[in-house]
């Protein structure tokens, strides 16, 4: 037999067996083996190495012997365990201590003591809630540690223009929406918490701060409900306050319409930096279009269930083959751009009355917003790289 069993097994052809017999009884016999078994008889099997069978004969590739004092040097052991593995191809082991520790990263120790800190402020109630019901402690401890991974490793997120964020007092930071889910607005807080220390407070829909569940965690995490004196008592109090205009507008519209802003409401967050004299940075997410991409919204199932749209996307048609695993986000390459500061100070807070103030500066952060989308995009090298 030839090609890969002939490393396996040696098979004799009729021809050949004739010619063995006749080779025996001429006297001319094959060599046996020379070595004993272990209940002392001759081994029976033909000679193929020196005298020796396959199974007796002596290999060249097994190692010698430690010898007494390697036997007690763990780094000699060591090198022994790597060298045999490098031998049969095997990967090097990996140390368990070593992959934890490139996890966590190199504060790994701060970071255990800072979850035992967080467990015991929670058991004792050592923690403050404002007025708003932003639960600080919880947010930055638990939450966004949590999603921290998507931010990192599943989406992989770039950020550029972190320095026109302001860095105290009060600022307003106008984003594009999208993903029909909003994990854009998440993740934009997490990565201006990690670039400038400072938590943004989100102005959510009122539909999401009715909703279940959905309301109260919202709060504490830091949104509030998206009305001017929720907005105007955030400003005062200096913080920096996150809105995205397009609402369910642009985190559910179709995907033939990625990366064109809707329309930006009638300029409520505009009047509201207005009032309270503080800057508006233009924010530009790319990569948050593609994690559910909407094919299609079934908007009669909408009206019955009161949502605002209800979409089909392309990883339904995956869920009996992958089940749950297939409603997980597509792992797009994430682009977040901030701006140059929209100063609104030379406006004065009486132009917050002036409609034609407040809908010419909407135009005007829409529009660059826009024009920041489309620079992002003809960058970009590929949707997921």
């Given at each position: 037999?030839?090609?890969e069993?002939?490393g396996?097994?040696?098979?004799?052809?009729?021809?050949?067996?004739?010619a063995?017999r006749?080779?025996?009884?001429?006297g001319?016999a094959?060599?046996?083996?020379?070595?004993?078994?272990?209940?002392?008889?001759?081994?029976?099997?033909?000679?193929?190495?020196?005298?020796?069978?396959?199974?007796?004969?002596?290999?060249?590739?097994?190692?010698?012997?430690?010898?007494?004092?390697?036997?007690?040097?763990?780094?000699?052991?060591?090198?022994?365990?790597?060298?045999?593995?490098?031998?049969?191809?095997?990967?090097?082991?990996?140390?368990a201590?070593a992959?934890?520790r490139?996890l966590?990263?190199?504060?790994?120790?701060?970071?255990?003591?800072?979850?035992?800190?967080?467990?015991?402020?929670?058991?004792?109630?050592?923690?403050?809630?404002?007025?708003?019901?932003?639960?600080?402690?919880?947010?930055?401890?638990l939450?966004?540690?949590?999603?921290?991974?998507?931010h990192?490793?599943?989406?992989?997120?770039?950020?550029?223009?972190?320095?026109?964020?302001?860095?105290?007092?009060?600022?307003?930071?106008?984003?594009?929406?999208?993903?029909?889910?909003?994990?854009d607005?998440?993740?934009?807080?997490?990565?201006?918490?990690?670039?400038?220390?400072?938590?943004?407070?989100?102005?959510?829909?009122?539909?999401?701060?009715?909703?279940?569940?959905?309301?109260?965690?919202?709060?504490?995490?830091?949104?509030?409900?998206?009305?001017?004196?929720?907005?105007?008592?955030?400003?005062?109090?200096?913080?920096?306050?996150?809105?995205?205009?397009?609402?369910?507008?642009?985190v559910?519209?179709p995907?033939?319409?990625?990366?064109?802003?809707?329309?930006?409401?009638?300029?409520?967050?505009?009047s509201?930096?207005?009032?309270?004299?503080?800057?508006?940075?233009?924010?530009?997410?790319?990569?948050?279009?593609?994690?559910?991409?909407?094919?299609?919204?079934?908007?009669?199932?909408?009206?019955?269930?009161?949502?605002?749209?209800?979409?089909?996307?392309?990883?339904?048609?995956?869920?009996?083959?992958?089940?749950?695993?297939?409603?997980?986000?597509?792992?797009?390459?994430?682009?977040?751009?901030?701006?140059e500061?929209?100063?609104?100070t030379?406006?004065?807070?009486q132009?917050?009355?002036?409609?034609?103030?407040?809908?010419?500066?909407?135009?005007?952060?829409?529009?660059?917003?826009?024009h920041?989308?489309?620079?992002?995009?003809?960058?970009?090298?590929?949707?997921?790289?």
């Amino acid at each position: 037999m030839s090609g890969e069993g002939a490393g396996h097994a040696e098979v004799i052809s009729i021809a050949e067996q004739r010619a063995a017999r006749e080779q025996a009884a001429s006297g001319d016999a094959r060599p046996r083996c020379q070595a004993t078994t272990l209940d002392g008889r001759r081994c029976r099997n033909y000679a193929v190495d020196a005298g020796h069978c396959r199974v007796h004969s002596v290999r060249t590739d097994v190692p010698e012997p430690p010898s007494a004092d390697e036997a007690t040097d763990e780094g000699a052991a060591r090198r022994r365990v790597d060298e045999e593995a490098a031998r049969r191809g095997w990967q090097p082991p990996q140390d368990a201590f070593a992959l934890l520790r490139d996890l966590l990263g190199a504060d790994w120790g701060r970071h255990l003591s800072d979850a035992a800190a967080f467990v015991r402020r929670r058991l004792t109630g050592d923690y403050e809630i404002d007025e708003f019901g932003f639960d600080e402690d919880l947010t930055t401890h638990l939450l966004m540690p949590l999603i921290r991974p998507l931010h990192r490793y599943w989406w992989r997120v770039a950020s550029y223009g972190a320095e026109h964020i302001p860095t105290e007092g009060g600022g307003l930071v106008v984003a594009n929406h999208a993903g029909t889910l909003p994990a854009d607005a998440m993740i934009t807080r997490l990565d201006i918490l990690d670039q400038t220390g400072r938590h943004a407070r989100e102005l959510a829909a009122d539909l999401a701060m009715r909703t279940p569940f959905v309301g109260p965690f919202s709060r504490k995490t830091g949104a509030t409900l998206a009305s001017g004196p929720d907005a105007d008592r955030l400003l005062e109090r200096g913080e920096l306050v996150a809105v995205w205009p397009e609402g369910f507008k642009g985190v559910g519209k179709p995907w033939r319409d990625r990366y064109r802003l809707q329309r930006f409401g009638r300029g409520g967050f505009v009047s509201t930096a207005l009032r309270a004299q503080v800057p508006i940075v233009p924010t530009a997410i790319v990569g948050s279009e593609e994690i559910y991409p909407l094919l299609y919204d079934l908007r009669v199932v909408a009206r019955l269930l009161g949502l605002p749209y209800f979409p089909i996307v392309p990883q339904m048609f995956a869920l009996p083959v992958l089940g749950p695993f297939a409603l997980l986000p597509l792992p797009s390459k994430w682009v977040i751009e901030y701006g140059e500061p929209i100063d609104t100070t030379r406006f004065g807070p009486q132009a917050a009355d002036d409609p034609m103030v407040v809908f010419d500066l909407t135009d005007h952060v829409r529009d660059t917003i826009q024009h920041m989308l489309h620079r992002n995009l003809m960058g970009r090298r590929s949707v997921f790289l």
